[in-house]
């Protein structure tokens, strides 16, 4: 695993800081966040049939619990990491800036928060676009931003 990776796993297992607390809705925040009161096990059930209902499939889904595990590390919390796409505004992003694929897919990350919520979040889309700056990325990030608020919205509840 890269430096990056880890770097990455450690900040999302370490709750993301701050912007993790915003409330879902928060425009200013990096992440949309969306609390639960269904289990993991459910909403790895119901977060695949949200992203159906939205023209996004599930690509792959990583238990980090049990991939730290087999890594020799112990992790108490749980959480699962679903890599989302919607195949068209793949498309439309790599078409407006080819090194967007370094954030594609999509990621959905369902977690147990330090105070014992379930909580599922997913870094903005146009937090992401706008760091590119290519032109008809940040409508795609948009639209896809939207697509992710509903999954989330939809597989929560």
Known sequence: MSRFAMAV??????????????????????????????????LQEDIPNACAAHKFGVVATMDLKALLKKKGVEYDGECLIFEVCNPQKAKQA????????????????VYRTKDGKTRLSTIRPTML????????????????????AAILDQAAK
């Open 129 to 148: 676009t706008d760091m590119y700056k290519a032109e008809g990325l940040r409508e795609t990030g948009v639209e896809v931003e939207a697509a992710l």
């Open 9 to 42: 796993l450690a900040l999302a297992l370490a709750g993301c800081g701050s912007a993790s607390r915003k409330p879902a809705g928060d425009e200013r925040g990096m992440l949309l966040s969306v609390d639960s009161t269904k289990s993991l096990a459910q």
């Open 94 to 109: 790599l078409d407006a800036c080819p090194e967007v694929s370094t954030a594609l897919p999509c990621r959905i990350s």
